[in-house]
């Protein structure tokens, strides 16, 4: 009976195993994300990439290479600030790899509106999103403050109150600080 027991309990142990659903491992995201901008023409800062995940949100993003060359003087006709990957479906942005296409109408010094559009690898623009831009310098310092244009990423939930309940809004928080003079900061939340 006791052996009986056991091989029960091991077969479904085995079942309950087997059927766990796969989850990529940060590494994986990052490797996927390395891959898809090379393949779509997109040199990175590799050494720039950040991840974050959560039930809700897998994120993994870095900025591009050259970036830190282009003056704040560029943000009216836009500029490649960013590659991504985004898989948030709450968020109705469909799971993907994007470019971050930066634009700010009225560049100036001090704190400013643009957008930023995601840009899916055969070009098409999926959203657009408002983004506040923190401009210190509308000319490319010389030299450099830092080498290399810093991405971060922050997961957090905001509260939300719906018919008189509270719940937590997932919020994911893009900045991208860069030494040519400009921090980009966007907010996707749902």
Not at 33 to 39: P, R, T
Request: glycine share 6%; with cysteine.
């Amino acid at each position: 009976m006791k052996k009986q027991f056991l091989k029960v309990f091991a077969f479904i142990a085995a079942v309950l195993f087997v059927a766990q659903p796969a989850v990529a491992s940060e590494c994986d995201t990052r490797e996927a994300l390395f891959k898809a901008a090379a393949e779509s023409g997109v040199k990175l800062n590799l050494e720039q990439t950040v991840t974050a995940s959560s039930d809700s949100i897998t994120f993994a993003g870095s900025s591009i290479a050259g970036f830190e060359q282009i003056p704040a003087t560029r943000l009216p006709r836009g500029v490649d600030a960013g590659f991504i990957y985004l898989n948030a479906p709450e968020s109705g942005i469909p799971a993907d790899f994007y470019r971050l296409h930066t634009q700010a109408p009225a560049p100036q010094k001090g704190i400013h509106e643009g957008t930023v559009s995601l840009v899916s690898r055969s070009g098409k623009v999926v959203a657009q999103l408002p983004a506040t831009l923190e401009t210190w310098s509308m000319e490319v310092p010389r030299p450099l403050p830092y080498e290399r244009t810093l991405m971060e990423a922050q997961l957090h939930n905001e509260p939300a109150s719906s018919e008189g309940v509270m719940a937590a809004k997932p919020r994911l928080t893009i900045i991208i600080r860069c030494p040519n003079g400009t921090t980009i900061i966007i907010r996707i939340g749902w």
